[in-house]
């Protein structure tokens, strides 16, 4: 099977080919590892998961398994290149708030420019131009 056909499709059309085989009497076991080998590489992972159980499921138990990843595998929503972006995303408001203004950086020559105001706000009092290890306030206290 390819990854594009569907999978409900796949699985019908193995058991439709199981049941003209029904006079052979084919194990269960068999059917299950035939089913399993029959999907596609993209259902490695699961392949392994169900491989490694202590028993292996039934034909029919294995088929509800497979329609309900196939089906999960559809629901999944991949995040497109948009989505991934806005996770790094702020907003300028709010960021700016905490950030120093470029006047107050050091220059080239290492020299700041304190002719404006600081534009932190205070964590202890909450008033704009100081910073709370600085505060008035917290030191008249």
Not at 23 to 34: H, K, R
Not at 55 to 67: R, V, Y
Not at 113 to 140: E, M, P, R, T, V
Request: positive net charge; hydrophobic residues 30%.
């Amino acid at each position: 099977m390819t990854d594009s056909k569907n999978m409900n499709e796949h699985i019908n059309e193995f058991f439709r080919l199981v049941d003209k085989l029904k006079e052979i009497e084919i194990a269960n076991d068999l059917l299950t590892i035939l089913l399993l080998y029959s999907i596609p590489e993209s259902y490695e992972n699961f392949r392994i998961a169900i491989e490694s159980r202590d028993k292996l499921p039934s034909p029919e138990a294995l088929k509800i398994k497979l329609i309900e990843e196939a089906n999960a595998r559809k629901n999944k929503e991949i995040p497109t290149f948009h989505d991934s972006q806005r996770a790094l995303y702020t907003e300028k408001k709010k960021y700016e708030r905490y950030r120093q203004t470029e006047s107050r950086q050091p220059d080239a020559d290492g020299n700041r420019n304190s002719d404006q105001k600081f534009k932190l706000k205070c964590n202890y009092c909450g008033i704009f131009g100081h910073k709370a290890s600085i505060c008035w306030k917290k030191i008249k206290i």
